[in-house]
């Protein structure tokens, strides 16, 4: 091969040369899609001078065919036929750049996602939907130009957001590795919902046994900043620099001074109900969440509070730690990359009337049952019932409630950790209480995890907890506040009536009510249910599409809690080797503006979802619109509203999909 034809190669300035390599991706394309004939055809299009097709085109096989042909036939330009970009463009263009080729002289057609899985049972169909997506990549691939990726420095820090199991998990394995942390939560105290529980299943551990010492760890290493009780209100720049700001709510009480003795409260005249008893107990105004908190300071709630002085007299605070005038603070830092793991909110069964959560006392919702169960819970563990504090000889638990039934205004998918969840609190109030009577109303139980199916056959076959398949029809408070039951054994086929003394909704999780604005805020996307979106769910399961932000635990969707850590050291993980690197390449698929044509209008700016687009002052063109190339996805919303035409996306420019929409062929 000669100079030129190197150069050719490798710039794709001369007449294109396009090679097309059809995919057989087995039987997914070829089971629909005559190959032969989709490679005859591509051979008639304008330019095309080498077309061919393998089995498994992303093989190694396939990829050094592409490599050879590239080389025997001066190809300098390259669309592969095959399955979606997001799953193996990567793959393609690293063979076009390890055959000489600038790798943006690639497109793909995919011919299995949008023709034969969705044409399947039409397959000629199928066949000309697969020839006009292969004619589109050529008429684009004619007027590709080489771009360059551009490289930006990585700061060696991380931001996590929430501060629940996934976070701390997250944070030490991070801070373990020596990178810096900032921990933020909302709340008080870190342990998020697990703090609440009281065992897990199925091994029945002590979750306070196991978060404590996880908690401590987090607040004791020095490469983590622990910011409990602040809230992130601002983020602003690109993967490996970002800035932060961090709000932290005032405590009232010096957190430095306070000892945490408690001697405040004995003294403090207000209680009202402690939100992380849901509200079963009270608390006073000066508190800490539950006694094994970290940081173990108290903090002064001043909605609740009367200031009356009592506890900010030296008699009273020894240490002379209470603060009446704390004003919030305002931090800023900058982090190489983001973790997410805000967690999730207990599903809300106020709105299904039905249930009589809301109406009648001895309703109550899982969540609720947790704390009655747990031995630092308002009760000690000693389960009452609310209407007469009598211990419950009989409770009927009720599975799905929020979940998987979108018609009754719950959500469409299922929740993973209810039926569970259930069957652990019905084998603890059996081990206190063997004589009383358990049902659990379900749909299908879901024993998904290792050790699941043994702890909920050992529920039933051991302790006698009677599992009832229907849906209850039928709720009412009958004397003495007891709950009338009245439902069908689906597998029995017949009706039921129960009375039991509490009833107990197993909700599901949701989406927490603050996802919107961290959606806002960090420009990251929410998937139909509402929790964070994932890159890809297979090959990318804890990356979003903002690079160098992460998702982690329940905020990516239902999970129980080995789920929720694996998937924070997946997260921990993604993000140190991206910080390792010290530097990351950015894809140069951007905006860029024509000053000629901009006016200054503020269309753009407007429009642009990732704040990457502002109006600056030039000394010719006077008021005009500039990209900064590392915050722009290269989404195109900024051209489609463009009135002037001023700007282009690189890689999807105005004349190239002009070409694909009037192009040859």
């Not at 999780?509 to 979106?533: C, H, N, V, W, Y």
Request: charged content about 25%; glycine content about 8%.
């Amino acid at each position: 091969m000669t100079e030129t034809e190197k150069e050719i190669i490798v710039t794709g300035n001369e007449k294109p040369r396009i090679g097309v390599f059809v995919c057989h991706c087995g039987v997914n394309i070829a089971g629909v899609i005559p190959i032969e004939d989709l490679v005859e055809y591509a051979k008639t299009l304008p330019d095309v001078v080498f077309a061919t097709e393998y089995k498994f085109m992303c093989s190694d096989v396939g990829q050094t065919l592409i490599k050879e042909k590239i080389q025997e036939q001066n190809l300098n330009r390259v669309i592969v036929a095959a399955c979606s970009p997001r799953m193996h463009e990567p793959t393609f263009r690293l063979v076009l750049k390890e055959a000489g080729l600038n790798q943006f002289l690639f497109e793909m057609a995919n011919i299995r996602e949008h023709s034969s899985w969705v044409h399947m049972k039409d397959p000629e169909g199928a066949y000309e939907i697969a020839k006009d997506h292969i004619r589109l990549a050529v008429n684009k691939a004619r007027e590709l130009v080489p771009l360059e990726v551009q490289t930006v420095e990585v700061d060696p820090s991380c931001l996590i957001i929430g501060g629940g199991i996934a976070g701390m998990n997250a944070a030490l394995d991070l801070a373990t590795e020596g990178y810096k942390v900032y921990l933020v939560e909302k709340t008080p105290t870190i342990g998020g919902h697990m703090a609440q529980l009281d065992k897990t299943f199925p091994t029945m551990d002590c979750s306070a046994c196991i978060l404590t010492p996880r908690m401590v760890d987090v607040a004791r290493n020095e490469n983590i900043e622990l910011l409990t009780y602040s809230e992130v209100t601002d983020v602003t720049g690109y993967i490996g620099n970002f800035e932060v700001t961090i709000l932290k709510k005032p405590h009232y009480v010096d957190q430095e001074k306070c000892t945490g003795c408690g001697v405040c409260i004995d003294h403090c005249p207000v209680s009202v109900g402690n939100e992380f008893d849901l509200g079963l107990a009270t608390r006073k105004a000066i508190y800490i969440p539950f006694p094994q908190a970290v940081p173990g300071q108290y903090t002064i709630d001043m909605d609740s509070c009367i200031r009356c002085g009592i506890c900010a007299s030296p008699d009273v605070c020894e240490p002379e730690a209470i603060v009446y005038d704390d004003e919030p603070e305002e931090i800023k830092v900058k982090v190489g990359t983001i973790i997410v793991a805000t967690g999730w909110d207990l599903y809300d069964p106020t709105e299904l009337k039905q249930y009589g959560y809301g109406r009648y006392p001895n309703v109550i919702t899982g969540l609720q049952m947790e704390r009655l169960l747990s031995s630092f819970g308002p009760l000690l563990g000693k389960p009452v019932r609310p209407s007469d504090l009598k211990e419950p000889h009989s409770i009927a638990f009720l599975q799905c409630v929020g979940s998987r039934n979108f018609r009754e205004g719950g959500n469409k998918y299922c929740s993973r950790v209810c039926c569970m969840y259930a069957t652990k609190q019905a084998r603890q109030y059996k081990e206190k209480h063997p004589d009383a009577e358990i049902y659990i109303f379900y749909m299908d139980i879901r024993a998904f995890g290792k050790g699941y199916e043994e702890f909920y056959e050992s529920a039933g076959r051991n302790y006698g907890i009677n599992y009832v398949r229907g849906r209850i029809a039928e709720v009412r408070e009958g004397e003495d506040h007891k709950i009338i039951i009245r439902s069908e054994d689906t597998l029995l086929q017949q009706p039921i009536e129960l009375e039991v003394d509490m009833f107990v909704l197993s909700c599901g999780l949701e989406p927490r009510a603050d996802a919107d604005k961290i959606t806002s805020l960090l420009r990251i996307q929410r998937s139909g249910d509402g929790f964070f979106m994932e890159a890809h769910p297979k090959l990318r399961p804890v990356d979003t599409l903002t690079e160098g932000i992460f998702v982690a635990g329940v905020a990516q969707g239902p999970k129980d809690i080995p789920d929720a850590v694996a998937q924070a050291k997946g997260a921990a993980s993604s993000a140190a080797a991206l910080m390792a690197k010290g530097e990351v390449e950015v894809e140069p698929f951007f905006a860029v503006v024509s000053p000629e044509r901009c006016i200054g209008c503020g269309m753009c700016v407007e429009n642009c979802a990732y704040g990457a687009v502002e109006l600056v002052e030039d000394r010719r063109f006077g008021t005009i619109a500039s990209i900064n190339q590392a915050l722009c996805k290269g989404c195109g919303a900024c051209a489609g509203n463009c009135r002037c035409s001023a700007i282009n996306i690189k890689g999807f420019t105005a004349e190239q999909i002009f070409e694909m929409i009037t192009g040859r062929f």
